[in-house]
């Protein structure tokens, strides 16, 4: 059993801060990433100073340095009872069907976390689509396409049956109306890093070997909980079939910007390129609610580790 983390932090680490913002704010984390025109978007959770979040989106030629960040939110609560505090936690996909990117977020309000959803073409401008499962959901994102004809989205449901701590997949033919939540991922019992609860990082990546499913996991310490990154694999056509799971955690709060914050001892994962010409996964992921960071890996190295391990029975 592998105990090695496959994620390399990037020296320039954190990326971008409250200090970097044209605005003043408490944090910015936890950012959705997208290719866009050759260039790297983040759409980043920004949380300000009455601790309210927003998304705004920051643009760099490299995904690493020289970020340009938009002077006005991307999204920002509009005056609905649902999302009166706040958008958090962004995933984003390109869907050619629809020719144009989805974004998926958590609108926060009285009755509790919700998944909601907007599209746009340019991060420019953005349209609302509103709330598509109902409080309380949080961790979702769409796969690209449709899987057998319906639309996939993966999030984390907690209802008065139950739930809550696992990773959940619902289907739609509309994007509107969804099924009842279906298992995909649950903790593991006992002492294990992700025994506490687990939720879905970026949108799933497609692999020729199956779905590469990165999610943060939580586990309970007397000193408080600690969030790490984990990776699965998913069969292509079935996605509740879990093909494969690393034992180990790819990457752990070690760092000194990872390990204080607002939320200290957090890595918490939303965006993931691959760039197919070098094999390079890049990992954008919150450090401790309080800066973006960057971590890096090849996709082959990726898969090649998942598939070391034996089936998942």
Same mark, same amino acid.
């Given at each position: ?29 936890? !950012? ?5 025109? =050759?260039?790297?978007?983040? *759409?980043? @959770?920004?949380? &300000?100073?009455?601790?309210? %979040? ?102 984390? !449901? ?5 739930? =809550?701590?696992?990773?959940? *997949?619902? @289907?739609?033919? &509309?994007?509107?109306?969804? %099924? ?134």
């Amino acid at each position: 059993m592998s105990g090695l983390e496959l994620f390399e932090r990037h020296a320039a680490n954190p990326l971008l801060s409250a200090e970097d913002w044209p605005y003043p704010v408490n944090a910015v984390f936890n !950012p959705a990433a997208a290719l866009v025109d =050759g260039k790297t978007v983040l *759409l980043a @959770r920004v949380e &300000d100073r009455r601790g309210i %979040s927003h998304l705004t989106v920051a643009r760099s030629a490299d995904g690493i340095a020289d970020w340009s960040i938009d002077a006005e939110p991307l999204l920002a609560p509009d005056g609905a009872v649902s999302e009166q505090w706040g958008f958090e936690d962004a995933r984003v996909v390109w869907i050619d069907e629809l020719d144009r990117w989805v974004i998926t977020c958590t609108a926060y309000g009285p009755a509790g976390p919700a998944v909601f959803l907007a599209t746009t073409e340019d991060f420019a401008s953005v349209e609302r689509h509103g709330i598509v499962r109902q409080p309380e959901d949080k961790n979702a994102a769409l796969l690209p396409h449709r899987v057998d004809g319906r639309w996939v989205l993966f999030h984390r !449901p907690s209802t008065q049956f139950g739930g =809550g701590q696992e990773i959940a *997949l619902s @289907r739609s033919d &509309d994007l509107v109306n969804w %099924s009842a939540r279906e298992k995909v991922l649950e903790p593991r019992d006992g002492a294990w890093w992700d025994s506490l609860r687990i939720g879905l990082g970026p949108p799933p990546l497609l692999t020729e070997h199956g779905w590469l499913l990165v999610y943060h996991g939580v586990k309970q310490t007397v000193s408080g909980d600690i969030y790490r990154i984990g990776l699965a694999l998913l069969d292509l056509e079935e996605p509740t079939r879990v093909l494969r799971r690393l034992p180990s955690w790819v990457l752990a709060p070690t760092a000194e910007y990872e390990r204080t914050g607002d939320v200290p001892n957090v890595v918490f994962p939303c965006g993931l390129l691959h760039d197919a010409a070098s094999d390079e996964l890049r990992l954008y992921y919150g450090a401790a609610d309080s800066t973006i960071c960057l971590a890096s890996a090849r996709l082959r190295d990726v898969l090649d580790a998942l598939l070391s391990e034996p089936p998942v029975s």
